[in-house]
């Protein structure tokens, strides 16, 4: 049974979080899908139906941020999502929870792609108020993974935003009154993020995600203090809201409360999870409520979300 919660300019000294950053709220965010499917975790939700009942759970356990993929190839795709794919959950969801940030995913960009048409299926969404945040992934990378016997891709996709790209997407978020969702890959992605927030182009409760791996994934800092301090020195972490990301293990084993505990917030779900079990998606989020109440944060509520991420920006 899941409990749902009632209201109630020199860089900064990287291992020790504020006060006030140690006790603020926590953002739990929760990835039901991605590219999951059911022989990966039986638990997955696919259908509206189940993706309704699933984010229903999520923020029932503390969730306030929601990322769902609609069953469309992100790296190496065409580079657009047909909005009518997301509508009807979003709908849905929306009309249950008003204030859960909600987000579809970003097409991967490559040659003959532009952002305007991969982010036309948000912007078509946001019209219609069924999208609270824009993803623009600042960068480009090699997106990839060792497969099961350690040999590493020898694939040719490329997961592709140039600067103009970036420009572009943020441009797209100021028009539309949308904070921007950041996932930083590599190092040069939260460099750019930062320098994008100095210049006063990041829009106004935008979320930095800091991706961590375990050694599988093929991008990304060690989950430990260590890498966690390195992605700390790259942005200033009392100007930008951040987020940590495991996408191959549990980021709940021993990443999550090390930003907890220096104020940052983390992310879950079944798209990231990569531990022995097959965990539904509330079952992540409430192991990371249980996580921020430890540390005396609770779990943000969706009413309060948007908020706490302009006053961290503050």
Same mark, same amino acid.
């Given at each position: 049974?899941?409990? *749902?919660?009632?209201?109630?300019?020199?860089?900064?000294?990287?291992?020790? +979080?504020? /006060?006030?950053?140690?006790?603020?709220?926590?953002?739990? #965010?929760? &990835?039901?899908?991605?590219?999951?499917?059911?022989?990966?975790?039986?638990?997955?939700?696919?259908?509206?139906?189940?993706?309704?009942?699933? =984010?229903?759970?999520?923020?029932? &356990?503390?969730?306030?941020?929601?990322?769902?993929?609609?069953?469309?190839?992100?790296?190496?795709?065409?580079?657009?999502? !047909?909005?009518?794919?997301?509508? /009807?959950?979003?709908?849905?969801?929306?009309?249950?929870?008003?204030?859960?940030?909600?987000?579809?995913?970003?097409?991967?960009?490559?040659?003959?792609?532009?952002?305007?048409?991969?982010?036309?299926?948000?912007?078509?969404?946001?019209?219609?108020?069924?999208?609270?945040?824009?993803?623009?992934?600042?960068?480009?990378?090699?997106?990839?993974?060792?497969?099961?016997?350690?040999?590493?891709?020898?694939?040719?996709? =490329?997961?592709?935003?140039?600067?103009?790209?970036?420009?572009?997407?943020?441009?797209?978020?100021?028009?539309?009154?949308?904070?921007?969702? *950041?996932?930083?890959? #590599?190092? %040069?992605?939260?460099?750019?993020?930062?320098?994008?927030?100095?210049? %006063?182009?990041?829009?106004?409760?935008? *979320?930095?995600?800091? #991706?961590?791996? +375990?050694?599988?994934?093929?991008?990304?800092?060690?989950? /430990?203090?260590? %890498?966690? &301090?390195?992605?700390?020195?790259?942005?200033?972490? !009392?100007?930008?809201?951040?987020?940590?990301?495991?996408?191959?293990?549990?980021?709940?084993?021993?990443?999550?409360?090390?930003?907890? #505990?220096?104020?940052?917030? =983390?992310?879950?779900?079944?798209?990231?999870? &990569?531990? !022995?079990?097959?965990?539904?998606?509330?079952?992540?989020?409430?192991?990371?409520?249980?996580? %921020?109440?430890?540390?005396?944060?609770?779990?943000?509520?969706?009413?309060?979300?948007?908020?706490?991420?302009?006053?961290?920006?503050?």
């Amino acid at each position: 049974m899941y409990t *749902l919660f009632e209201q109630g300019a020199s860089m900064p000294t990287i291992l020790n +979080a504020t /006060d006030a950053g140690a006790r603020r709220p926590l953002i739990i #965010e929760v &990835a039901v899908n991605g590219a999951r499917d059911r022989s990966v975790n039986q638990h997955v939700p696919l259908s509206a139906d189940e993706i309704v009942a699933s =984010v229903d759970a999520c923020v029932a &356990a503390g969730a306030s941020i929601v990322h769902a993929h609609a069953g469309r190839p992100v790296v190496g795709s065409g580079g657009h999502h !047909d909005s009518a794919v997301y509508a /009807d959950a979003f709908a849905r969801i929306l009309s249950r929870h008003p204030d859960l940030l909600l987000y579809p995913t970003l097409p991967g960009g490559g040659p003959g792609t532009t952002m305007a048409r991969r982010l036309a299926h948000v912007r078509e969404l946001a019209e219609r108020g069924l999208v609270g945040m824009l993803p623009v992934d600042p960068g480009t990378m090699n997106y990839g993974a060792v497969d099961a016997s350690g040999r590493p891709p020898t694939h040719e996709a =490329v997961y592709q935003t140039t600067y103009a790209d970036v420009d572009q997407g943020l441009s797209i978020a100021r028009g539309l009154g949308l904070p921007c969702t *950041l996932s930083a890959f #590599e190092a %040069g992605f939260a460099r750019l993020a930062e320098a994008h927030r100095r210049a %006063g182009s990041l829009p106004a409760g935008s *979320l930095l995600k800091l #991706e961590f791996s +375990a050694g599988a994934r093929l991008f990304g800092m060690s989950p /430990d203090e260590t %890498g966690l &301090a390195a992605w700390l020195r790259l942005f200033d972490p !009392d100007k930008l809201a951040w987020m940590v990301t495991l996408r191959d293990g549990d980021v709940t084993a021993g990443l999550a409360p090390l930003a907890i #505990e220096r104020g940052g917030h =983390v992310r879950v779900g079944i798209e990231d999870y &990569a531990g !022995d079990r097959q965990p539904r998606n509330e079952d992540l989020v409430a192991a990371a409520a249980s996580l %921020g109440a430890a540390c005396g944060r609770r779990p943000a509520l969706p009413s309060e979300v948007r908020a706490l991420l302009k006053s961290e920006a503050a």
